[in-house]
């Protein structure tokens, strides 16, 4: 995996806050399929950062004991 720049990553976050925000704001919908969207967008972004800062093989490998 390459290295990504801290400052890639912030931008990135900045545009999907932007963006979630733009439609959660101007664009109807549920509140459920709202919160639904919301959960998936925030799920997706942790992962995504994760396996940016190469914490996500750490943790996939993690094994619980018996």
């Keep these: 995996m390459t290295d990504m720049p801290i400052l890639y990553i912030v931008f990135a976050l900045i545009i999907v806050g932007v963006l979630m925000w733009l439609v959660n704001t101007y664009i109807p919908m549920a509140s459920s399929i709202r919160s639904v969207l919301n959960a998936v967008v925030v799920i997706s972004v942790v992962v ?16 619980i004991p018996h």
């Design 48 to 63: 995504w950062v994760l396996k940016a800062s190469g914490l996500w093989t750490t943790l996939s490998q993690y094994r």
